[in-house]
């Protein structure tokens, strides 16, 4: 069964200070790995999508990495608008496209 | 470029009784999906269309919950009866197509309080 891990669970940063969220998974045929934002009582926010073991994308303060058996969301500097949920989820191969989610990294910036 | 339409945005309804939501997908995408969002955790997928058909139903509790996409665009869940445990953020997503990796783009979702 395809398992995915986030931590921590929750983040409070100070604006300004730089850190990492981490997705873990355990799936057989990966065929992307996403990364979403999600905001208090809306729907999540695509952000990046990541295919293979070395391969990095940014948008702004955030930049993705991934791994064979992890992810790493990295955001630089944040500001209290970057405060929201990180979901990370898996997309394996085969004739349907699910995404399987982790159960996300609160994050919080503090001015 | 219109997004993902859900309605109603908010239910609270008593259990035992029934609901509906409803999805109307971003234009020209064939493959819709419904997700539950329990409070604390990440959506998990109950339902997934291409175009009309089914495509995987096998997380659908199919005694009580049921779907359609009758023309290949909008979609209804709905939920007869309704139990507690079915409180959640009921969220609908759209994509382009099957295979992939595909993108998959989240409406707001509607949040069911079933009391």
Not at chain 1, 28 to 55: H, I, N, V
Not at chain 1, 59 to 88: N, Q
Not at chain 2, 85 to 101: I, N, Q
Request: aromatic letters at 10%.
């Amino acid at each position: 069964e395809d398992q995915v891990t986030q931590s921590p669970e929750a983040l409070r940063l100070q604006e300004g200070e730089s850190s990492s969220l981490n997705c873990s998974y355990t799936v057989s045929g990966l065929r992307g790995l996403f990364w979403y934002r999600q905001d208090p009582g809306k729907g999540p926010e695509f952000l990046f999508t990541l295919y293979s073991a070395g391969e990095e994308k940014e948008k702004e303060r955030l930049k993705a990495t991934l791994t064979k058996k992890e992810s790493f969301l990295h955001i630089t500097a944040p500001k209290p608008e970057d405060s929201a949920t990180y979901l990370c989820a898996v997309q394996v191969g085969g004739t349907a496209s699910k995404l399987t989610f982790g159960t996300g990294t609160r994050l919080q910036v503090m001015l | 470029e219109a997004g993902v339409a859900q309605s109603p945005r908010y239910k609270i309804i008593e259990k035992r009784q029934s609901v509906a939501f409803w999805c109307n997908p971003i234009s020209g995408h064939a493959t819709l999906y419904w997700y539950q969002q329990i409070l604390g955790q990440g959506p998990k997928l109950l339902i997934q269309f291409q175009n009309n058909g089914v495509v995987d139903d096998s997380q659908l509790p199919k005694d009580r919950f049921s779907a359609e996409r009758l023309k290949g665009v909008d979609s209804t869940l709905k939920i007869q009866p309704a139990k507690l445990e079915d409180s959640a953020v009921y969220l609908c997503a759209s994509s382009l197509g099957l295979g992939g990796p595909v993108t998959q783009y989240f409406g707001p979702g509607t949040r069911l309080t079933v009391l």
